[in-house]
């Protein structure tokens, strides 16, 4: 079955330091993944994916992500931090062939000190 | 273009009620699916409609149901609502296409469901 993991709750970075969010996933056949932020009491926004190609993807507000299929990895990361950054980050998987499920990971709380 | 919409945004039922929320999806999108959201479960799939049928299906109760219309905007009914089905109900559009489709969903701001 597939799933994902991301082993950090919460994660702490000062302004201007680069932060990562961590995410490992597991599934049959080739993954298609997504990251999303989410600021209190709103939905999801989308940030980027990864579906082929390049194993670096860029994506919105500054953000890029690293797709690593021997480690099953899609670490999501940014080089300078910024105090809007903070918020509640997802990253999600998409088996092929699964229409438009999405298995999303338990989130990780990233808070950006001044 | 506008995004995805839904309402109402807040709601607060009884246990034992039943709730209909909907869902308008981006304009041109064919694919609607929602998602529960709670403390405890995180983010967790309800179903996927296109087309006005339903083609996938996450681990719910029969209590949660669905439907989408002609134009694509998508109600989701739970009936005989229990204190656990508080929670954020997410929906999220895309324009759908087949079984491997590379699509981005996009996301609405969600019903918050209050469960007395």
């Known amino acids: 079955a597939q799933s994902v993991a991301q082993p950090e709750d919460q994660v702490n970075v000062a302004e201007g330091n680069p932060l990562t969010v961590k995410c490992t996933y597991s599934?049959?056949?080739?993954?298609?993944l997504f990251w999303y932020v989410q600021y209190p009491n709103r939905g999801l926004q989308f940030l980027l994916k990864?579906?082929?190609?390049?194993?670096l993807v860029k994506g919105s507000y500054g953000f890029e992500a690293e797709f690593n299929k021997s480690q099953t990895s899609f670490h999501l990361k940014k080089p300078s931090a910024l105090v809007s950054d903070s918020a509640l980050y997802f990253c999600a998987v998409r088996e092929a062939g699964g229409y438009n499920k999405l298995i999303f990971g338990a989130g990780t709380r990233l808070a950006v000190h001044p | 273009k506008a995004g995805v919409t839904q309402t109402p945004r807040y709601l607060i039922k009884t246990r034992g009620q039943q709730v209909t929320l909907s869902c308008s999806p981006i304009s041109g999108h064919r694919s609607v699916s929602w998602y529960q959201q709670t403390p405890g479960q995180g983010l967790q799939f309800l179903f996927e409609y296109f087309s006005e049928t339903q083609r996938n299906k996450g681990n719910f109760p029969g209590r949660f149901s669905g439907r989408q219309f002609s134009n694509s905007r998508s109600e989701m009914n739970v009936s005989t609502l229990e204190l656990g089905d508080s929670a954020l109900y997410l929906c999220a559009s895309s324009p759908g296409q087949g079984a491997s489709s590379t699509d981005t969903q996009y996301f609405g701001p969600g019903t918050r469901l209050t469960v007395l």
């Open positions: 599934v049959s056949g080739n993954p298609y």
């Open positions: 990864y579906i082929t190609g390049d194993n």
